[in-house]
């Protein structure tokens, strides 16, 4: 499957889950900021991702979650360089590198964007060979 | 029992698939504020009251729920996170009885997303066959899983008393 198909079928179900009109939805688009997306939707959209490529999701693999609890990782409302270092590692479809310019806790939203999601899909599929 | 949108649970297959039955009653007082627009076909015969569609809704959230509970064996909070569909196709009126089927689509840590057929048996006309009425998809969240940072109370309030009766009454085993 190439990244062009993925991205197609990562935007219907977005466009379904998210009840918005695929024109909206850009590669940049943001979950939350741009589609409006609230925090059960990204349980809607693990389960939308599963049905429709057929692979399972494990808790947490797609969406960080607890982060905020992690004092490690965590420091006066900021995500510390070696939470976001973490958390590069544990989530590579993420790109952090605007985030760590201002990486307050309150903006990891921002992170969450359509181009996510399908390097997500794009490497299950190739782990899945 | 105040609030339980189902009366009977009558088959029921772990994990899977639940079907559950609801009889509508002139006697439940809400009925009495909603009706169909008017319709001059009826003529000079008063309008029947409707069950209205949320509580369509309920009745399949409560058959559902009892599905997706009963797999983690009402250890997880189960709450009714979104109607990923809800298509009403018919008027449901007193004097027919509901019959609610709701098979499990996903089920992981986090939650659940169920598919709902909604039938009713029309008893006034004496059809046997149920007609398809509604069909509800629902996901559930398990709050503790999903609410990171928002502490709920440690009991299970969402499975109450009620639905250990319902259960029990329906010979299903409920122990919590």
Not at chain 1, 29 to 56: H, N, R, V
Not at chain 2, 97 to 104: E, H, K, N, P, S
Request: charged residues 25%.
């Amino acid at each position: 499957m190439t990244r062009d198909e993925i991205y197609s079928k990562v935007r219907e179900i977005l466009a379904d889950t998210l009840s918005v009109d695929e024109e909206e939805i850009q590669p940049t688009s943001t979950l939350k900021g741009d589609l409006g997306a609230e925090s059960i939707d990204y349980l809607d959209i693990s389960f939308q991702l599963e049905k429709g490529f057929g692979f399972k999701i494990g808790q947490h693999e797609l969406f960080p979650q607890g982060v905020a609890q992690d004092p490690k990782y965590v420091k006066d409302g900021k995500i510390t360089p070696e939470g976001i270092d973490a958390l590069t590692e544990r989530l590579p479809h993420f790109d952090f590198s605007k985030f760590r310019q201002d990486p307050q806790l309150s903006k990891i939203h921002e992170i969450f964007t359509v181009n996510s999601i399908v390097n997500f899909v794009q490497a299950k599929i190739a782990a899945k060979g | 029992m105040r609030w339980m949108w189902i009366d009977r649970v009558t088959e029921f297959e772990p994990r899977t698939r639940i079907v559950t039955i609801k009889c509508v009653s002139l006697a439940e007082e809400h009925l009495h504020d909603h009706f169909a627009a008017d319709d001059p076909a009826l003529g000079d015969r008063p309008a029947t009251p409707l069950m209205p569609g949320s509580l369509m809704i309920e009745g399949m959230a409560q058959s559902a729920g009892v599905l997706v509970g009963h797999a983690e064996q009402f250890r997880q909070k189960v709450v009714l996170a979104k109607i990923n569909r809800a298509e009403i196709f018919a008027d449901v009126t007193p004097g027919m009885t509901l019959r609610y089927t709701a098979v499990v689509d996903r089920l992981d840590a986090m939650g659940a997303s169920t598919l709902g057929t909604v039938e009713a048996f029309n008893h006034a006309t004496g059809e046997t066959s149920p007609a398809k009425v509604a069909e509800i998809d629902l996901m559930f969240s398990f709050i503790d899983q999903n609410m990171s940072g928002m502490d709920f109370p440690a009991h299970n309030f969402v499975f109450s008393e009620s639905f250990k009766t319902l259960l029990r009454m329906s010979g299903i085993e409920a122990d919590f």
